[in-house]
């Protein structure tokens, strides 16, 4: 059976975005009729192979380096890569294609694309963002960013094919001759227990670190404009970041977190109690300014959520016009503090339980009949053997 190897600066496994995308997309390669291999940087123990949703994976850096160790060795980390590959290469015979993580790995790209073309292997690179200077400490001067755009306008381009998550990246690379597969979102269906009840109260649920690309700040601006008998109609929890580092972030943008019995706030928690959570909420939120990077990435907690049951309470950017609309989801028409405003008074006046109901059962057939792997096995297959 034909090898196809994923490798990336991941640290497989773990529930990291990154890390759930490489392993659905290996399921995905699997039900295709290939044999797939994850090569991560995560820790392991002795064992040179472990299996994990039965699926095969190594690491490049199986031991946790010391800080001393790690600048010791920055000039040399590319090595891992060939390293890691050619030990493949030499032991089976029969790769198919190597698929490279190239948002987060760009800088080793053009070795693995080298190494491909010698061993006559087809290269892939799967590109999930589109970074801006703006997300980036000293902006156009960080040398992470400077290495990604050098490599996203002269490297990517060359690896044989591009699976891109937003019709924005798609469009870019085929103008360059590219052959794309696009890939928004990818789950595994049956790893999810969804849930179609009507919560006790209307409740929405944000998850992650805001400040990066999702706008927090405008929602909770937008709830304070609520007089105090519609506050007491709604819940808004916020996971993943403490009081304290989010009441700093917050301050940063000139709005003051005060206390309320309305706003929950919880820090990072396990993947399993993030989804009761999720579960257990009217609506998943997602705010994002209409720019280029929010364009050109999917979040990969939105066909999670829909996977659960809990529709969205968002914007529309990226490629999130396909899927949702006023009769699945409660669509703001942008993240400002107005437009959210009016979209909560929407929610908590004219969405009554059996629109929230209708909503939860089309969140899931969303997710089932987008997202799932088994949507993906023969188009997959395809652009494999292309």
């Known amino acids: 059976?034909?090898?196809?190897?994923?490798?990336?600066?991941?640290?497989?496994?773990?529930?990291?975005?990154?890390?759930?995308?490489?392993?659905?997309?290996?399921?995905?390669?699997?039900?295709?009729g290939y044999d797939p291999l994850i090569i991560g940087k995560g820790k392991m123990d002795d064992d040179v192979y472990s299996v994990y949703n039965e699926i095969t994976y190594t690491s490049m850096q199986p031991k946790q380096l010391s800080k001393f160790k790690k600048i010791i060795?920055?000039?040399?980390r590319h090595l891992s890569y060939k390293r890691a590959l050619k030990k493949e290469v030499l032991k089976n015979k029969k790769i198919k294609a190597v698929i490279i993580y190239?948002?987060?790995?760009?800088?080793?790209?053009?070795?693995?694309?080298?190494?491909?073309?010698?061993?006559?292997?087809?290269?892939?690179?799967?590109?999930s963002e589109w970074y801006d200077k703006k997300q980036f400490k000293y902006g156009i001067f960080n040398l992470n960013y400077l290495i990604f755009t050098y490599m996203f306008k002269r490297w990517f381009k060359r690896a044989d094919s591009i699976i891109c998550c937003s019709d924005l990246v798609k469009n870019h690379f085929e103008k360059e001759g590219c052959s794309c597969l696009l890939i928004n979102g990818i789950i595994d269906i049956k790893e999810y227990d969804p849930s179609f009840e009507i919560p006790n109260q209307t409740t929405l649920i944000y998850s992650g670190v805001a400040g990066k690309k999702d706008n927090l700040v405008d929602l909770l601006r937008a709830y304070d404009s609520l007089d105090d008998i519609d506050k007491d109609k709604i819940n808004i929890k916020i996971i993943g970041m403490s009081r304290s580092y989010l009441k700093n972030l917050l301050k940063e943008m000139d709005y003051e977190l005060k206390?309320?019995?309305?706003?929950?706030?919880y820090d990072r928690m396990s993947h399993d109690d993030l989804f009761v959570q999720i579960r257990e909420s009217s609506y998943s939120v997602l705010l994002r300014p209409n720019k280029r990077y929010a364009n050109a990435g999917f979040a990969s907690k939105v066909p999670e959520s829909l996977a659960l049951g809990t529709p969205m309470f968002c914007n529309i950017t990226s490629d999130l016009g396909r899927y949702l609309n006023d009769k699945n989801s409660i669509i703001v028409k942008d993240c400002s503090t107005e437009s959210i405003a009016v979209a909560l008074n929407k929610l908590i006046h004219d969405i009554n339980a059996d629109a929230i109901s209708e909503h939860r059962k089309k969140a899931y057939n969303i997710a089932k009949n987008n997202f799932d792997i088994h949507c993906f096995v023969d188009e997959f297959k395809c652009f494999i053997e292309e």
């Not at 090898?3 to 290996?26: D, H, Q, T, W």
């Not at 060795?73 to 040399?76: A, E, T």
């Open 259 to 265: 206390e309320d019995e309305h706003i929950k706030i």
């Open 73 to 76: 060795l920055f000039p040399y």
């Open 102 to 127: 190239a948002s987060s790995s760009a800088r080793y790209v053009p070795q693995v694309i080298k190494l491909c073309k010698k061993n006559g292997i087809k290269c892939v690179c799967d590109i």
């Open 1 to 32: 059976m034909d090898k196809v190897v994923f490798i990336g600066e991941y640290k497989f496994p773990s529930n990291f975005a990154s890390c759930n995308r490489v392993l659905n997309m290996a399921k995905c390669v699997k039900l295709s």
